[in-house]
């Protein structure tokens, strides 16, 4: 029985070390920020983990050698200075610790660049999503490609879903609008979800460096048909990114004709 469980053990662990185990339910991030924030959830648990295993290592401690033997009260440590010190900063000293990665991290991850290699105006309205690709010409910005979705119903009929396209390698900063109520920016594969204000403008840079289509949703809940506010972010090399730039560019000059 103890091979057995060994055994059990072993394979246990070696499925955890490699795949969806290893991320403890996250995806599998596509970009440094991604990477980031998995290795802060991936810590935490670390973290919870150990404090867990301190615990129950002193509860089945306490069982087995502190059973009661007799009537005798036994020796009692209130007012114990070193041991109330100790019940005190132990709790601090793992908060501290905690914060402390999580505001690191989250710096990171919040942190914009002067000059991003792509800019993406993304509108949130009931119930889809337009993204507008920005670029500047004399000092100014204009609108170089545009995506307007209509709204999807999930395995029914419905419009497609609207495709936000960048290139992997690059710097994307992300602006969010909304026309209407408060929607949320999700792509699950980024690891990362922004909330769409309207009368204010979010915004944020992401990396991808795994080429793919990743699915994209709205993550707050914005009325009735909010599970409708469906997307997918494509990640393309920088090549085919700058041949979809240059097409929408055509396209734009042969509709103004």
């Not at 200075?81 to 905690?98: G, K, N």
């Not at 960048?166 to 920016?185: A, Y």
């Not at 997918?232 to 042969?254: H, M």
Request: glycine fraction near 8%; charge should be positive; aromatic fraction near 10%.
């Amino acid at each position: 029985m103890r091979s057995a469980g060994a055994l059990g053990l072993l394979a246990l662990t070696a499925t955890a070390c490699s795949g969806e185990a290893s991320r403890l339910g996250m995806p599998e991030p596509i970009g440094p920020q991604a990477e980031r924030m998995l290795k802060l959830w991936q810590g935490s648990w670390i973290a919870a983990f150990a404090v867990g295993a301190v615990v129950w290592g002193l509860i089945i401690w306490a069982v087995l050698f502190h059973r009661k033997r007799s009537d005798d009260l036994p020796p009692q440590v209130r007012y114990n200075m070193p041991i109330e010190i100790l019940y005190t900063a132990v709790p601090f000293v793992i908060i501290a610790v905690l914060f402390f990665f999580t505001v690191r991290d989250e710096n990171y991850v919040e942190k914009t660049t002067d000059n991003p290699a792509v800019t993406i105006d993304v509108t949130g309205f009931q119930w889809s999503w337009q993204f507008d690709y920005k670029e500047k010409t004399g000092g100014q910005e204009k609108t170089v490609a545009s995506v307007v979705g209509q709204p999807v119903a999930p395995n029914a009929s419905g419009g497609a879903k609207p495709v936000m396209t960048v290139p992997s390698g690059k710097t994307v900063r992300i602006r969010l609008h909304s026309n209407d109520v408060i929607h949320s920016f999700w792509v699950p594969a980024l690891l990362y979800k922004k909330d769409v204000m309207p009368g204010y403008t979010n915004e944020f840079e992401f990396t991808a460096n795994k080429l793919g289509t990743y699915e994209g949703r709205c993550a707050e809940l914005c009325g009735v048909d909010h599970s409708r506010m469906l997307f997918q972010l494509r990640v393309v090399t920088p090549e085919q990114y700058a041949a979809f730039i240059a097409e929408s560019k055509a396209k734009a000059v042969g509709g103004a004709k």
